[in-house]
């Protein structure tokens, strides 16, 4: 029986989320209001208190969602030879994620409370990058990996803004000078 109601509640949840960052995408994160929220989920706001306490709470798990996510396509398909291409041609894992994101890290330059959200995430992030190239490259050094780490999250995230506006240099060109980017981060000194 708790199965089902475990089910029922997380089905509910996906429902809530799945609104949540439709009005998040169309409005914003402050013009987004729960009653906005209750109405494109079909439920009414006292609904959605009971699956979450607050509008930080539906946040804190959008994010965590969006993470675990992108932790999972460190595995499965963002391995590093492909960052080159990925920077140079403004590839995505996900767009609407990174509008969100783009939309939450506004907030967390105002609310503590989001911005400790993003320090959380952005650590498991960092954490599963470094485990992931350590298991790549286990001659070089802790410190030159978690440098390359950083080096490497400034390039991705940086491209996600720079997909907002036209590409103003030709791919193939990029492509190459992150290549030798890439390389020469994961080169012993």
């Given at each position: 029986?708790?199965?089902?109601?475990?089910?029922?509640?997380?089905?509910?949840?996906?429902?809530?989320?799945?609104?949540?960052?439709?009005?998040?995408?169309?409005?914003?994160?402050?013009?987004?209001?729960?009653?906005?929220?209750?109405?494109?989920?079909?439920?009414?706001?006292?609904?959605i208190y009971?699956?979450?306490?607050?509008?930080?709470?539906?946040?804190?798990?959008?994010?965590?969602?969006?993470?675990?996510?992108?932790?999972?396509?460190?595995?499965?398909?963002?391995?590093?030879?492909?960052?080159?291409?990925?920077?140079?041609?403004?590839?995505?894992?996900?767009?609407?994620?990174?509008?969100?994101?783009?939309?939450?890290?506004?907030?967390?330059?105002?609310?503590?409370?989001?911005a400790a959200?993003?320090?959380?995430?952005?650590?498991?992030?960092?954490?599963?990058?470094?485990?992931?190239?350590?298991?790549?490259?286990?001659?070089?050094?802790?410190?030159?990996?978690?440098?390359?780490?950083?080096?490497?999250?400034?390039?991705?995230?940086?491209?996600?803004?720079?997909?907002?506006?036209?590409?103003?240099?030709?791919?193939?060109?990029?492509?190459?000078?992150?290549?030798?980017?890439?390389?020469?981060?994961?080169?012993?000194?």
């Amino acid at each position: 029986m708790s199965t089902k109601i475990d089910e029922r509640k997380k089905h509910r949840q996906d429902e809530i989320i799945a609104a949540v960052r439709r009005c998040f995408r169309i409005s914003g994160f402050h013009a987004a209001s729960m009653s906005q929220i209750a109405a494109e989920a079909r439920l009414s706001v006292g609904q959605i208190y009971r699956y979450f306490s607050n509008k930080e709470a539906i946040i804190e798990e959008m994010i965590r969602r969006i993470i675990d996510h992108r932790i999972a396509s460190l595995d499965d398909k963002m391995q590093t030879s492909m960052m080159p291409k990925m920077l140079a041609w403004r590839q995505t894992l996900n767009s609407e994620d990174d509008a969100l994101l783009l939309e939450m890290s506004a907030e967390a330059s105002r609310n503590p409370r989001v911005a400790a959200m993003f320090a959380e995430a952005d650590s498991r992030m960092f954490n599963k990058a470094f485990s992931h190239l350590k298991a790549q490259y286990s001659e070089l050094s802790d410190t030159r990996l978690r440098c390359a780490v950083e080096v490497m999250a400034v390039m991705m995230e940086g491209s996600t803004y720079r997909r907002l506006t036209p590409q103003k240099v030709d791919p193939e060109d990029l492509e190459m000078l992150y290549q030798g980017i890439v390389e020469r981060l994961l080169q012993p000194d």
